[in-house]
């Protein structure tokens, strides 16, 4: 699946609101994901958890988590 490409100003806004629902982004800093694959299965188990947010919204998160934190490697 490709990445969804959005703008990373807006998503990095959409990961804060998101993500704070339930937990400090010190938690995403401490252990990031480190490639494609890891953000998405990070974002589902926090939908997992309990998350609630459209999926316009998690396709933000995770395109922010890529970009931010990600390596090159799928």
């Known amino acids: 699946l490709a990445l969804k490409e959005f703008d990373l100003n807006v998503a990095k806004l959409t990961f804060e609101a998101t993500c704070t629902q339930c937990h400090s982004l010190k938690n995403v800093?401490?252990?990031?994901p480190g490639?494609?694959?890891e953000a998405k299965a990070l974002v589902a188990r926090m939908v997992d958890n309990g998350l609630e947010a459209e999926q316009g919204e998690l396709e933000q998160v995770v395109f922010y988590l890529v970009k931010m934190y990600a390596s090159s490697k799928p």
């Open 29 to 32: 800093e401490r252990k990031p």
């Open 35 to 37: 490639t494609a694959d």
